[in-house]
């Protein structure tokens, strides 16, 4: 006799009250997946959580919206063995790609189904990934830059430059503002500043470009 397939446990996280209901009534009407509790981000949030002892953390992006939170990352710490699937409220690279560096296993977007997102719970829960059609190519561009960037510069410690102020020049070089590059790396946009202005002083540049341009190797001669 076969043995029945484990109910999956999902915990529910989000802002939104009519959103949280919405969901658990969704995925309440599948067999196959149990709504264990649903609650919006609070002090008290990590312990309802580790109480319910949930499979899955399903999350909306409002998790991610403030950069000084990193609420994703301090509850798979605190909770090993805890997979995340995240839905995107819309079509946004800097906020996938934080959900992706916070370690999350799926992330839907908001237009999907009932079906796509029973579905992407299950699918995470077997241990894959889930990811939109949309969102591949800014993923696989993504790791493309991070692999070859940094031979473009030379960083380390011939210029005095720490590991944070390397990946700064290089996130400067695409053209990211302060607060781009605070939403990539979940840091709040002042701490951002002041990065750069170490990284200027340290440098001795007069500006963002000049330090771009300082930290790149020089030109071959004849």
């Known amino acids: 006799m076969a043995m029945e397939a484990e109910v999956i446990r999902v915990f529910i996280l989000a802002e939104n009250r009519l959103l949280r209901e919405a969901l658990a009534l969704l995925l309440g009407k599948r067999n196959s997946i149990q709504v264990v509790g649903a ?10 959580v580790a109480e319910a002892s949930p499979h899955i953390l399903l999350s909306d992006s409002s998790v ?11 509850i798979r710490a605190a909770i090993p063995g805890l997979k995340v699937v995240t839905i995107g409220m819309e079509d946004d690279r800097n906020i996938f790609l934080r959900a992706v560096r916070d370690g ?25 990934a889930v990811c939109p ?5 800014v993923l696989f561009d993504f790791v493309a830059e ?18 944070r102020e390397q ?23 002042q701490t951002v500043k002041n990065h750069v202005h170490r990284m200027l002083r340290k440098l ?19």
């Open 64 to 74: 991610l919206a403030t950069p000084d939170l990193q609420v994703v990352a301090e």
């Open 167 to 189: 990946q700064l020049v290089q996130m400067i070089d695409r053209g990211l503002t302060n607060k781009e590059i605070a939403t990539e790396l979940n840091l709040s946009e």
């Open 133 to 137: 059609p949309s969102l591949c190519r």
């Open 39 to 48: 609650c919006a981000l609070s002090p008290q949030m990590l312990k309802q």
């Open 204 to 222: 001795g540049a007069s500006d963002r470009l000049a330090a771009v341009n300082l930290c790149r190797p020089p030109r071959p001669t004849a």
């Open 104 to 128: 999350i296993s799926g992330y839907v977007l908001q237009d999907a189904s009932a079906m796509e997102l029973a579905a992407a719970v299950h699918t995470v829960s077997e241990g894959k």
């Open 146 to 163: 991070s692999r070859v960037q940094p031979a473009r510069f030379r960083l380390g410690q011939e210029l005095g430059l720490t590991r």
